[in-house]
């Protein structure tokens, strides 16, 4: 009996082996990036090559997508594995890792039962992106180096997801904002130390229910952003206060600051929308 067993554990080992050893990589990633097409017929996607990963699931290297010439994904290593859970309930759950923007995204994707439809549920957590390799994809006209943590989670049918409602929370850290016009020719960057934001998705728009600002400008946000097929060409719609931190006033001591800004604006702040686009803001005093 023994013997038995320790050959079918043998066996079991070598099969295993030579599965991962001479998996077909290449032509994996071939026949990934072929259905994806098929499916998402307006979106081109690259892979560089699939391999098995234990425990069970799947590596996906070199994964990029592109939308009209213009890449929005471009990830080094996608990790996916079903969770654990869905073996027991019956639930179909993928949980995922990805290397991408010079940090780490995971989370996981699951499908809720429902006559009609396929509802899905995308939950996403960020630790330490790189806002600046995120904001060069997305083609937007404002240098911007930031740290981004977050969270996020969308539900909606697999059709039409981006009709879904979704919530969730960023925090963007070590900020530099590099000016596309320099203000009194003096201020040329913009720092912060963190911008925390809330916000609620609903069918294209994302409402900011809550954004606290600090650094150089100290203040408060909400509103509502509507996106359009092309980021940079998203509406904005953004009201709240703002005020320079006594250390921005204390380094621009050249700039008339209490010549132009009331005291009350100056204690309390100054009440400011943000219009236009996202490639293209617009801020003015209220």
């Not at 690259?46 to 929005?72: C, H, M, T």
């Amino acid at each position: 009996m023994k013997k038995i067993l320790g050959y079918a554990l043998y066996t079991l080992i070598i099969t295993i082996f030579f599965l991962y050893y001479y998996f077909p990589a290449d032509k994996a990633a071939e026949l990934v990036s072929g259905h994806l097409k098929r499916s998402m017929p307006d979106l081109s996607f690259s892979i560089g090559a699939i391999q098995p990963i234990f425990p069970p699931g799947l590596a996906v290297y070199n994964f990029q997508v592109e939308n009209k010439k213009r890449k929005i994904i471009d990830a080094n290593q996608l990790k996916i594995q079903p969770n654990p859970v869905s073996l027991i309930t019956g639930r179909p759950i993928i949980n995922y890792n990805c290397d991408a923007y010079g940090g780490t995204f995971d989370g996981f994707i699951a499908i809720e039962r429902q006559k009609e439809g396929i509802p899905l549920i995308i939950d996403i957590q960020w630790h330490d992106i790189k806002l600046s390799e995120v904001t060069q994809l997305l083609e937007i006209n404002q240098k911007i180096d930031a740290d981004l943590e977050g969270s996020f989670q969308l539900t909606g049918l697999k059709d039409n997801l981006l009709h879904g409602t979704g919530e969730g929370q960023l925090v963007l850290s070590n900020i530099m904002v590099e000016l596309n016009q320099a203000v009194f020719n003096m201020i040329k960057t913009i720092s912060f130390k963190s911008i925390h934001v809330k916000l609620i998705y609903n069918n294209y728009t994302v409402a900011i229910d809550k954004c606290i600002i600090n650094g150089d400008l100290m203040g408060n946000m909400s509103g509502a952003i509507s996106l359009k097929p092309s980021f940079n060409d998203s509406l904005l719609n953004l009201k709240g206060t703002v005020k320079p931190s006594q250390a921005f006033m204390n380094k621009n001591k050249n700039l008339p600051f209490s010549s132009f800004l009331k005291p009350d604006m100056l204690k309390n702040g100054i009440p400011v929308s943000i219009s236009g686009t996202i490639g293209r803001p617009y801020m003015r005093m209220i």
